[in-house]
């Protein structure tokens, strides 16, 4: 057993902007007996975590149905998505106009259900003393295309700060983390400097700030929490004060602009299956007292409810019409079904 195992199930739900349903979903999921096959599932490396527990919980209760889980970055598992490789895939941003394209040519529908929130942290070594917090400001000029090959010492950022080198490490851009944190910090999705260790990994993000005194790197906050001890949060100051990744601060909507939901997008005959169906269900209603344990926020019980009747009604589509979901705050989910 891996050390993600005991306990992962996310939810989050946000969906469709209308969600009326004719008929409401269970209230706890009830597994068919005899269920087997096979569920394959890839992207975000962010959304991993959760979508590998869920599969470990679902298989203690159905062995016979192999859930395989892997990770190719948001954008590389959309790409497997979209050309019917794929029953789910995980993406810690909603899906883009040019893949929602890319899935109607391919008569590939789906059921977009956040399953979870997270605070996209900002860490740098242990051994960094001197940048406890930062701007966005700082990160935009360290992260911005016009950034690439000049701004490479920590002084350059703050002059007080020391004449070091400062090495960079961030997800890939097949990463839908590297779309959220570009669009949120630089202002365009995918406008980044190229001069920095990427990798749709984050355990590589980890032990390269880990391994790194002049290091500065980000990525979800479930790979922060597990790796505490080797690695320390950045408080972020967006104007209104220096403020930490965590779940209060995320759900007080003061950590912004890199709180974020994360999604799971469900192939539209593929849920039909009795599988997928059982699996989907207690991926939603299992999920919130296992989110907290893995690190990310769980939703309002009310979402969760909304989401599991949106996958009841089959409701396909993205309410987000391939637009990105910068500074949505847990109770805007709400809005958003109603």
Request: proline share 6%; net charge negative; with cysteine.
């Amino acid at each position: 057993m891996n050390r993600w195992s005991c306990a992962r199930l996310l939810g989050l739900a946000l969906g469709g902007m209308a969600l009326a349903v004719a008929c409401a979903a269970p209230a706890t999921p009830t597994a068919a007996p005899g269920l087997r096959g096979e569920i394959r599932i890839d992207g975000s490396s962010t959304v991993f975590p959760i979508s590998e527990a869920v599969g470990e919980q679902f298989q203690k209760t159905h062995p016979e149905v192999r859930v395989v889980v892997g990770i190719s970055g948001t954008g590389g598992g959309f790409k497997k998505f979209c050309n019917g490789e794929t029953d789910i895939s995980d993406a810690s941003r909603p899906i883009l106009a040019s893949e929602m394209e890319a899935c109607a040519g391919k008569g590939i529908e789906y059921i977009e259900l956040p399953v979870a929130f997270d605070a996209l942290s900002v860490v740098v070594n242990p051994q960094n003393d001197w940048a406890a917090c930062m701007t966005v400001a700082e990160l935009k000029k360290i992260w911005e295309p016009e950034a690439q090959g000049k701004i490479t010492r920590w002084n350059q950022v703050r002059p007080e700060w020391p004449d070091a080198p400062l090495n960079l490490f961030g997800p890939g851009t097949d990463s839908g983390t590297f779309d959220y944190f570009t669009e949120a910090i630089v202002g365009k999705a995918k406008a980044s400097r190229g001069d920095y260790t990427a990798s749709e990994d984050d355990n590589v993000l980890v032990q390269g700030v880990a391994h790194d005194k002049y290091a500065l790197g980000y990525f979800g906050l479930a790979y922060y929490h597990e790796n505490q001890d080797k690695l320390k949060a950045v408080a972020i100051d967006n104007g209104k004060g220096c403020v930490l990744p965590s779940e209060q601060t995320v759900r007080d909507g003061t950590y912004q602009p890199l709180s974020r939901p994360l999604f799971i997008y469900v192939n539209r005959k593929a849920a039909d299956r009795p599988e997928v169906e059982a699996f989907i269900r207690f991926y939603l209603t299992e999920g919130p007292a296992l989110a907290r344990q893995v690190g990310y926020i769980p939703l309002p019980d009310e979402v969760y409810r909304l989401a599991l009747e949106r996958f009841t009604a089959r409701r396909v589509g993205s309410v987000f019409k391939g637009k990105p979901a910068v500074e949505v705050r847990l109770e805007d989910l709400l809005r958003l079904e109603r």
